[in-house]
């Protein structure tokens, strides 16, 4: 079965400063990633999606994740992190068959001036 | 373009009531799920259903039970509420259920059981 797992609980980085949130996924195919960031008292949202081809993904907001198969790895990127950023970010992996995604337990992001 | 609505957003229960959380999508998506948010546990499925008329069990499905009313609607019913259920519930939906499909979510359902 698959699995996600996301290293960081909690990370704390400072305005302007570049963050990467690590992912690491466990499945035995070809994997369907995703992240998606949850703002409090919001639902999830999806942030970028990577499904085949070019291994670093764009998506909204600025962020950027990156495939790599060898590390079964797929973290996400910033270059430079906005206060507005501050939220929890959810990695998940699509499994095969007719079965839902598997979602990490969260990091949560804080943004310090 | 309200995609997916949860009703209510807030709700105080005692142990041993029922309630029912409703789910609706706009979105014409053909599969609807229900998780649990706790804290430190991530987002865990409770129950989905990969198209109008089928329900499948998810995680943690103990002591709740899914109605797929339509297309558009899918239900989460708590029959005889526990304090443990005390939760922030969320809906989803997606066009299907394979594993290329990202899910859309509702704003979720603050539930505490006292």
């Known amino acids: 079965a698959q699995s996600v797992t996301q290293p960081d609980i909690h990370i704390t980085v400072s305005e302007g400063a570049s963050l990467e949130l690590r992912c690491n996924y466990s499945y035995g195919a070809t994997p369907y990633l995703f992240w998606y960031v949850q703002s409090p008292g919001q639902g999830l949202q999806l942030l970028l999606k990577?499904?085949?081809?070019?291994?670093l993904v764009q998506g909204i907001k600025g962020f950027e994740a990156e495939f790599k198969r060898s590390q079964s790895s797929f973290n996400l990127r910033k270059p430079s992190v906005h206060w507005s950023d501050a939220a929890e970010y959810f990695c998940?992996?699509?499994?095969?068959?007719?079965?839902?995604?598997?979602f990490g337990k969260g990091t949560r992001l804080s943004v310090i001036a | 373009n309200a995609g997916v609505t949860q009703t209510p957003k807030f709700q105080v229960l005692k142990t041993g009531q029922s309630m029912t959380l409703q789910c609706a999508q706009d979105m014409n998506h053909n599969s609807m799920y229900w998780y649990r948010q706790d804290p430190g546990m991530g987002l865990r499925l409770i129950y989905y259903?990969?198209?109008?008329?089928?329900?499948d069990k998810g995680e943690v499905p103990n002591g709740y039970n899914v109605s797929r009313l339509n297309k558009r609607e899918f239900s989460l019913r708590l029959e005889s509420a526990a304090p443990s259920q005390t939760s922030v519930y969320f809906c989803a939906s997606s066009e299907t259920p394979l594993r290329a499909q990202p899910q859309h979510f509702g704003d979720g359902t603050r539930l505490s059981i006292l």
């Open positions: 990577y499904f085949s081809g070019d291994t």
């Open positions: 998940a992996v699509g499994a095969g068959g007719n079965t839902p995604l598997v």
């Open positions: 259903s990969a198209s109008e008329g089928t329900t």
